[in-house]
């Protein structure tokens, strides 16, 4: 299994968007491990009254509004929501792989509800789910918003994996080895991982990136990531009002979620590429 | 008079991760107005190929070669584009796919696209485009053409597809008709009517037919003249008559022995041993020496030249020409 | 055709009552006492608050309020808004209801026709400069927060350069006066920057889906042979290899809906559109929940409805679907 993950990801870096994502991604990744000791604390606050500077020497993003280092936030920033979308998918996908083993090896009614389940929550946009969930909270614990984000996401895996599931127990192999009176679970679960591996990996990726995208909106509406805590979306929140006079204070956290979601989007699409090439 | 439709050493390339390959390689044909030529051969002897290039529809990237010359009433068609191109196509040579359901498109009727492949070369209203499509379609043998026309391709049955496909080849009223394969997914019985179809159009339109097919049976009475094709090449020509009396070519003969007679009381059927070589497989020498019973030592390196038999008929082949059976 | 039309509904109608039960147990999973968020800063006397309680049916047990709220979601009645009390919710949703469908119907139309235009060139030139390169804006695009692009738009286009209207939906200084054309372009140069920022964040999905499904299309052996009988290239590529992609197309419109109803909750609250987005936006800021929970009941519906649509759509387009 490791070997073809792998593989994968050898053939995902010979994609040359792919090996852009990949750098890219690597340098965001980069700016977040490295911020706090190399960067000043983004919650210091210096001369308020200064308000908003532009892009200098001293301060190559600029300051905010109150003339906090901007670099220093945005990178801050970069941790904040790495780490978030990366939990929020990690639990994802382990509801997701669990409800589509449950349903697919259990089969009958069981399947039957829990699919029409997935169909229903299927119905509501995600965003509406998350603002139900969170509307009721005077300030979101960061654990909430990431079990938040990490609940309404696992349907299209547990499909995916739910499909892997039902596929397997039909191979010859497996009947095999019923046959012979070993149980069909052990089986499936073993050729299960290497072969959902792959789609799921590309799941998780893509995943990622609509995460880092649905945090950053949540932030701005006031439901995501609380101050002072640094996140894209709260300072593009906090720009608005300067956003003609210093532009820069959401032009910055603004390109750096561009730039952190499109590489993930093209990393996913490489990975995906090496697993299909048909679809380029 | 010129032949209708002249092939001088036509030669389709392929570049593939391993080389180059080329499927086709020097083929010389001539189809006379009129006349039924049957082009026989297993699959991946390039004989689709060979119809399609007559088309311009060589599926990229394949390519002609540049020596390659496609003769229609004298002229060389190899180099036509555009609106000359898209004229010739249904206008003076029409093509009859084997698969009538995947050939046609599925969203829209046979009426649609009966009307649409006429008005492609003629000039006509709309209530005239929709009574030639009518009279077509009864042309081809359909019992009832009103239905067929406004029924959607898989509403019809696979013979009634067939015939709709045919007519809407003939749309452009062109002077070639190649039938690709154009029964082989039909019953027996349907297959013969449908083939006698053909024959009668072609009689009535003065139409010549280029009859791909791999079934040597379906020639005999129906083809004027036959050309074998292997490994992309013609390896014997000559007409149905003389090809089934005293075929030429130890391939020829090879197929003759691997399919029923009804006359010679034969206990075992020899099929020819291995398979038909894949274009990478190649090499110098004659293609068919690996499997031919007959082979002489040069067959393995040297090329065999193309001998002339009698007048029309030829065989490359090493063999001095003799017939046996 | 029609037993089909009536199970096919059914199950809508069944998902639609599942979505309501998920929707309610929602509120209710999350911790907290819903009520005492709204009270805020305002001290609430014991009885108010017991009056408030009360008039939520908030003191009822879950199965009481379980069937009060799907009673009341029958006879469509959603309840009463907290924050604009004693305005009923059905009346808000429905007075936000036009404007919203004017920006979600106008960004649909536009990525539709701009999805398959480009779409259909992208394949067709396939491997080109121009391929490669709307793939990658359309996904630099797609990485764009739609909250984020609406801001910069507005002080560029609008503050800075003065091209068009900053926000809402039209102008309020228009004479009244103003005849249906004024009208129509002043609603016209407000409706351009949202729609715009829905659409570009959007369309890199509808654009793949019609670049895969022509390339697949090309591949089919009847476009081979509609080329065969002398078609031009043009009729070819519209009436026969395109005409087969809009049944891939359609299973967009089910992927696709709720990201536009997503995305206009941050489009409309950014420019002030006065639609059902905005009203969520402005419900979550008070803990509006009748209304939050109203909108969501809307726009679920609309996802459902959207799903049947599609389905009929599919037997429209391609006559071999059509049940017999």
């Known amino acids: 299994m490791i070997g073809s993950l792998g593989e994968l990801l050898r053939r995902a870096w010979r994609h040359p968007s792919g090996r852009w994502g990949v750098i890219v991604l690597g340098l965001v990744a980069l700016a977040a491990l490295l911020a706090p000791p190399f960067l000043q604390d983004p919650a210091a606050m210096r001369d308020v009254v200064a ?72 119905a509501i946009p995600r965003l509406f789910v998350i603002l139900l969930l969170l509307v009721v909270w005077e300030r979101i614990p960061l654990a909430a918003l990431i079990v938040v984000l990490g609940t309404t996401g696992w349907f299209a895996t547990s499909r995916l994996v739910r499909g892997e599931v039902l596929r397997l127990r039909h191979e010859a192999f497996v009947l095999a080895a019923e046959g012979l009176g070993a149980t069909p679970g052990r089986t499936i679960v073993r050729h299960l991982l290497p072969n959902a591996a792959g789609p799921l990996l590309v ?27 640094p996140s894209w979306g709260g300072m593009v929140l906090d720009a608005r009002p300067l956003i003609v006079s210093a532009p820069w204070t959401a032009l910055f956290p603004g390109a750096a979620i561009v730039l952190t979601v499109l590489s993930v989007n093209l990393l996913g699409d490489a990975l995906q590429a090496a697993l299909d090439p048909r679809s380029a | 008079m010129s032949a209708l439709l002249e092939l001088r050493d036509l030669t389709i390339r392929f570049p593939t ?31 689709s190929l060979t119809g399609l290039a007559l088309l311009g529809l060589v599926p990229p990237p394949g390519k002609l070669d540049a020596a390659s010359q496609i003769l229609l009433d004298g002229s060389d068609v190899t180099r036509l584009s555009g609106e000359a191109l898209r004229a010739l196509r249904g206008g003076r040579i029409g093509i009859v796919f084997q698969d009538a359901l995947t050939s046609l498109t599925p969203v829209l009727t046979v009426g649609d696209q009966l009307r649409e492949a006429i008005t492609a070369h003629r000039k006509l209203s709309a209530r005239g485009a929709r009574e030639a499509a009518l009279a077509l379609l009864g042309e081809v043998g359909l019992p009832d053409p009103a239905s067929s026309y406004g029924a959607y391709p898989h509403e019809l049955s696979g013979g009634q597809r067939q015939r709709a496909l045919i007519a809407i080849a003939l749309a452009g009223q062109p002077d070639l008709l190649i039938a690709d394969e154009a029964t082989t997914a039909l019953d027996v019985t349907v297959q013969a009517q449908v083939l006698e179809t053909l024959d009668r159009l072609r009689a009535s339109r003065g139409m010549a037919i280029l009859l791909i097919t791999h079934d040597l049976g379906l020639v005999a009475g129906r083809a004027d003249r036959v050309a074998v094709m292997y490994a992309g090449q013609i390896v014997e020509e000559a007409s149905t008559a003389s090809l089934f009396e005293a075929p030429g070519h130890p391939y020829t003969r090879a197929l003759f022995r691997a399919i029923p007679r009804l006359e010679s009381a034969v206990d075992q059927l020899t099929p020819i041993p291995g398979g ?23 067959c393995a390196t040297l090329d065999p030249p193309v001998v002339p038999l009698a007048p029309g008929a030829s065989s490359r082949c090493w063999l001095p020409a003799k017939g046996d059976q | 055709m029609s037993r089909w039309l009536f199970r096919r509904t059914l199950q809508a109608v069944v998902t639609f009552a599942v979505a309501l039960l998920l929707l309610f147990f929602l509120l209710r999973l999350a911790p907290g006492d819903p009520l005492a968020r709204i009270t805020g800063d305002r001290t609430v006397s014991p009885q108010e608050l017991a009056q408030l309680r009360a008039r939520f049916g908030l003191d009822q047990p879950l199965p009481a309020q379980l069937r009060a709220f799907l009673g009341g979601a029958a006879r469509g ?67 764009t927060p739609s909250f984020w692009l609406g801001l910069v738009l507005v002080a560029f286009v609008s503050v800075r350069w003065h091209l068009l209207p900053a926000a809402q939906m039209q102008d309020p200084l228009l004479a009244p006066e103003a005849g249906t054309l004024a009208r129509a372009i002043d609603l016209l140069r407000h409706l351009i920057l949202p729609a715009l920022t829905l659409s570009l964040t959007s369309l890199a ?16 052996d009847f476009v081979t042979a509609a080329r065969a009988r002398g078609l031009t290239e043009r009729k070819v590529r519209w009436r026969h290899a395109w005409r087969t992609t809009l049944v891939p197309m359609l299973t967009l419109l089910g992927l696709w809906l709720p990201m536009l ?25 008070a803990r509006d929940y009748p209304v939050l929970l109203g909108t969501a009941m809307l726009v679920s519906a609309a996802v459902v409805l959207a799903g049947l649509l599609a389905d009929l759509g599919y037997a429209l387009v391609d006559p071999r679907v059509r049940p017999t």
């Not at chain 1, 589509?100 to 299927?122: E, Q, S, T």
């Open chain 2, 17 to 47: 991760a391993l080389g180059e390959s080329v499927p086709v390689s020097r083929v010389s044909l001539r189809i006379e107005r009129g006349e039924t030529l049957a082009l026989v051969g297993e699959s991946g002897s390039g004989k």
């Open chain 1, 51 to 122: 308000g908003a500077t532009a892009p200098s020497l001293a301060h190559p993003f600029g300051t905010d509004g109150l003339n906090r280092d901007m670099l220093s936030r945005v990178a801050n920033g970069a941790r904040v929501s790495l780490a978030v979308a990366g939990l929020a998918v990690v639990l994802a996908l382990t509801v997701g792989s669990a409800v589509g083993l449950i349903a697919g090896y259990a089969g009958g009614w069981v399947d039957a509800v829990l699919m029409r389940a997935v169909d229903a929550a299927l």
């Open chain 1, 203 to 229: 799941a998780a990726t893509l995943g990622v990136g609509d995460v880092i995208l649905l945090e950053a909106g949540l932030s701005f509406l006031g439901l995501g990531i609380q101050p002072p805590t």
């Open chain 3, 205 to 220: 999905l509808p654009l793949r889906h019609q670049r895969a499904a022509m390339l697949a299309s090309f591949r089919l």
């Open chain 3, 77 to 143: 009645d959603l309840g009463v808004s907290i924050e604009h009390y004693p305005e009923r919710v059905t009346s808000l949703l429905r007075a936000r209801l036009p404007a919203t469908l004017l920006l979600g119907g106008t960004v649909l139309l536009l990525n539709f026709s701009l999805g398959a235009w480009l779409g259909v060139r992208q394949a067709v030139r396939r491997g080109s400069r121009f391929d490669r390169w709307l793939t990658r804006l359309a996904l630099a695009a797609y990485a």
């Open chain 3, 261 to 285: 109803v997503s995305g206009s909750v941050f489009v409309e609250s950014v420019f002030n559109w006065p639609g059902l987005g905005s009203l969520a936006a402005d419900a979550i800021a």
């Open chain 2, 276 to 298: 038909v070589p894949l274009p990478e497989e190649w090499h110098a020498g004659c293609r068919f020496q690996p499997r031919c019973s007959e082979a002489l030592d040069k």
